[in-house]
Nanobody
Framework: QLQASGGGLVQAGGSLRLSCAAS????????MGWFRQAPGKEREFVAA????????NYADSVRGRFTISRDNAKNTVYLQMISLKPEDTAVYYC???????????????????WGQGTLVTVSS
C-alpha cells in the first residue's frame, strides 16, 4: 500500500516536496514513479527511479525542476519540486512500476500499483 503526502498550495516559483510511504517488505523490489493528473486531462508520467542505484527518468516538462529520490530503508520515495508553475497544478500519484527504463515514457499501463493522490495547486 502506498500513501502519498506533501501536497498543498504554493505560489509560482515556489517549491514542495512530496513523499510516498510504502507498507510491506517489497518496496525495494519495484522501480517507483510519480504521475500527475490535471483537471480534465489524462494521467501523465512525471518521473521514475530504479530499484537500486539511483538512475532516474523524467518527463521533459519537469526535467531540471523536479527530482525523484528514494530511501529503501524508509520504504519511501520523494519528489522534490522547485520553480513550480501554474501548469504543474494537478493531483500527484505515486506508483510502483512494472519495470524501469532510463528513456521510456511511462503510461498508466506500466504501473503495478497506485497510491492515492495528493493535490498540488500552484497559483500565479
Amino acid at each position: 500500500q502506498l500513501q502519498a503526502s506533501g501536497g498543498g498550495l504554493v505560489q509560482a516559483g515556489g517549491s514542495l516536496r512530496l513523499s510516498c510511504a510504502a507498507s510491506g517488505r517489497t518496496f525495494s523490489a519495484y522501480p517507483m514513479g510519480w504521475f500527475r493528473q490535471a483537471p480534465g486531462k489524462e494521467r501523465e508520467f512525471v518521473a521514475a527511479i530504479r530499484r537500486i542505484g539511483g538512475n532516474t527518468n523524467y518527463a521533459d516538462s519537469v526535467r531540471g525542476r523536479f527530482t525523484i529520490s528514494r530511501d529503501n530503508a524508509k520504504n519511501t520515495v520523494y519528489l522534490q519540486m522547485i520553480s513550480l508553475k501554474p501548469e504543474d497544478t494537478a493531483v500527484y500519484y505515486c506508483a510502483a512500476l512494472k519495470y524501469y527504463s532510463d528513456t521510456f515514457y511511462y503510461t498508466v499501463d506500466d504501473v503495478h500499483s497506485w497510491g492515492q493522490g495528493t493535490l498540488v495547486t500552484v497559483s500565479s
